[in-house]
């Protein structure tokens, strides 16, 4: 146990290192080589700064003796291990490729997108719409109809020949425009489709506009733009009205949580009245408190209140909600937090909210700028007219695209990994024939094969750029060979030293003789205890043993009749370990000690008194276990700079020396 911890700490303080590889030069000198390999005192120190956080990298020579002699140890495994090519085998380079597929998300983001949702989160959008719903795989004659009766809705509401309002609740695809007449209250960023939010962040007040997502035509109007309000949290009680309510149970509500307001105004308890009377039954327990929410997340109703209460602890009139009545207390306010306190949250929002499909082509966007996307349709129609119904049904079969290779859309890096990389008919038909199935019911077979098509680009694009992560972010570079590294190191050591160690049991025992002097006992009692069940046992073992009778005397002279009144047993017990004879006073050969109680009789005879000796290695064995773990280790270290001969500078090691 003590050399996992050891070479754990090991690994913990020295991964860093690969990472700081710097070329040596005058004002850099080499520190120290490992064969054929360079250290340079730049990255030494860098090292040395980096894993010495508590305060030890005082630049002191023993400090940094120390650590360059654990450094110089963790340079040859390393070296040792890449030797070996450990770093090419199958279980290391699916660890690798496991750890590194979540980490590379968060580097294949087009970050722009977080500035853009967070300068549109200081304002709220108050806005009215018309759906008219259709389907995203509609004809181009079916999307041109129903693109001339919305435009044509819109131009009857700018005229004055219909009302907004009277328009939704009569023709809005929108379920909700019955009851709201097209109204959706306020919103803000990240709340609605992409397209959507855009449309409405980007008309004039008072002015409408038409956009078209995968719901359908939409008809916005903009009625108001504000300053966000931030983010609150409060508490409420509340009394429910069901839909159906008939008016005597409308009016017992309202009496109820009239009562309430009144008994809370003279002084009653806030808590107590919403636990006892409080028909949210989520929150009552918790004195009512609700998640923290801001712009389009409550009612309007219950929101309008909420904001308009000042300062924490203030309590609101009775207020009317669909759901019935409230009563709101006042917890905190917020405002908007600063880019950097909120970024993470965005992201967050935007990887897993309605903005998800926006970002994923964003990336694509970012991607086919900066590595010159080029595109061939020809060969693309070429391979669609290769289509036929059997990708309807997600089984259609690639034998007849053996021999269509030409290219259907380039990428190309003059930067970071310098390449042209073409991606092929052939190739696309590959991606269609393991992802067909994922895409059915997504229209004709031109609608289908296209989706396939964007999914084909979208994925190429994502492997070209994972493949350039390494180059372009330094930090991920890093932190990829780090993780290398600890795999590389745990797999060797576990291999050379603590595997070894517990499955080697030749080994183990062979250490464990040579050194058994090293896990010395204490010294030992043997005693024998004579234990009686009854009191005439008790007499007649004291008649006995002042005869001095043997054992086997006493046994057969007190359990007559088939009877055990008599039991006799022998043991050692150590020194120091708190045993029954220790608590006694321990003793010499002879001593005896008579224990009485009210249901046993014992007599318990020191025998002998025997000499510290080595204990057994059933005894010992996790300790011979970690000592033999710190032998291989050092055996294994000493190996290596015999293999791989290590050269110190001095002359530069003084250099760094704080004297």
């Keep these: 146990m003590k050399m996992i911890v050891l070479l754990t700490g090991l690994i913990t303080l020295l991964i860093f290192s690969e990472s700081f590889a710097q070329a040596p030069s005058t004002t850099n000198p080499v520190l120290f ?16 700064q980096k894993t010495n956080v508590s305060g030890e990298a005082d630049f002191s020579e023993k400090s940094l003796r120390d650590y360059l002699d654990l450094y110089v140890n963790f340079r040859l495994k390393v070296k040792q291990s890449r030797d070996m090519k450990m770093d090419t085998t199958a279980a290391v380079l699916n660890e690798f490729k496991t750890y590194r597929s979540k980490l590379t998300p968060a580097y294949m983001f087009d970050t722009t997108i977080l500035r853009q949702a967070y300068n549109r989160m200081q304002k709220d959008v108050h806005i009215e719409h018309v ?45 909700s425009a019955k009851d709201n007449k097209g109204d959706l209250g306020y919103i803000t960023a990240l709340q609605v489709i992409y397209p959507f939010e855009t449309a409405a962040y980007s008309t004039p007040v008072g002015k409408m506009t038409i956009v078209r997502t995968r719901f359908g035509y939409h008809l916005i109007k903009v ?4 300053h966000s309000r931030g983010m609150i949290t409060a508490s409420h009680l509340f009394i429910k009205v069901a839909q159906n309510a008939t008016s005597e149970d409308k009016t ?19 808590d107590d009245l919403v636990k006892q009377n409080s028909q949210d039954k989520t929150s009552a327990a918790n004195g009512g408190k609700l998640p923290s ?12 209140v909420a904001f308009a209460l000042k300062n924490p602890g203030d309590m609101s009139e009775p207020v009317q909600t669909k759901f019935g009545w409230h009563i709101i207390k006042l917890i905190e306010k917020k405002p908007i937090g600063t880019y950097e306190q909120t970024r993470d949250d965005i992201k967050k929002k935007v990887e897993n909210g309605p903005w998800s499909e926006y970002a994923k082509q964003s990336f694509l966007n970012q991607v086919k700028k900066e590595y010159r996307f080029t595109e061939f349709p020809e060969k693309k129609k070429v391979l669609m007219s290769k289509m036929d119904s059997s990708l309807l049904k997600g089984n259609w079969n690639d034998s007849a695209m053996m021999n269509m ?8 890096d003059t930067k970071w990994v310098p390449e042209k990389k073409s991606y092929t008919q052939k190739d696309f038909a590959d991606f269609i024939l393991k992802n067909q199935r994922k895409f059915l019911n997504q229209g004709g077979l031109q609608s289908m094969y296209n989706k396939l098509y964007d999914a084909f680009v979208l994925a190429s694009a994502g492997n070209f750029e994972d493949a350039r992560l390494e180059s372009k972010y330094p930090p991920f570079r890093d932190l990829m060979e780090e993780y290398m590294n600890g795999i590389l190191l745990f797999d060797l050591a576990s291999d050379k030293v603590w595997t070894k160690a517990v499955e080697d049991t030749t080994g183990l025992k062979t250490f464990y003789e040579a050194g058994k002097n090293n896990y010395m006992g204490q010294e030992r009692a043997q005693v024998t205890t004579y234990m009686c069940k009854n009191k005439d046992c008790e007499e007649d073992l004291k008649k006995y043993m ?70 057994q290695l059933t005894d010992v064995k996790g300790y011979v276990v970690a000592d033999y773990q710190e032998n291989l280790e050092k055996k294994w270290i000493a190996d290596l700079r015999q293999k791989y001969p290590v050269k110190i500078n001095e002359q530069v090691f003084q250099s760094i020396v704080k004297k």
């Design 405 to 412: 290779n030409d290219v259907l859309f380039t990428f190309t």
């Design 252 to 270: 017992k509500a309202k009496q109820k949580i009239d009562s309430l307001y009144q008994a809370l105004k003279n002084g009653a308890s806030w």
């Design 33 to 48: 080589t490992i064969g054929s390999e360079q250290v340079t005192k730049d990255e030494f120190v860098k090292v040395y």
């Design 223 to 226: 009625l108001d733009v504000r």
């Design 293 to 304: 929410f801001g712009t389009g997340q409550m009612v309007g109703e219950f929101e309008d």
């Design 546 to 615: 002042a005869k001095n009778s043997s054992d086997n005397d006493l046994l057969s002279k007190l359990n007559r009749k088939g009877k055990t009144n008599l039991t006799i047993a022998t043991a050692e017990f150590e020194k120091g370990k708190e045993s029954e004879i220790e608590k006694l006073g321990w003793g010499t050969a002879g001593t005896t000690y008579t224990v009485n109680s009210d249901s046993v009789f014992k007599i318990m005879k020191i025998v002998s008194i025997l000499p510290p000796a080595p204990k």
């Design 131 to 175: 759906l008219l719903k259709l389907d995203p795989n509609a004809s181009q004659a079916d999307t041109l109809k129903a693109y001339k009766r919305i435009t044509n809705w819109k131009n009857q509401i700018t005229s004055g020949k219909k009302d907004f309002n009277t328009l939704a609740a009569d023709s809005s695809s929108d379920p």
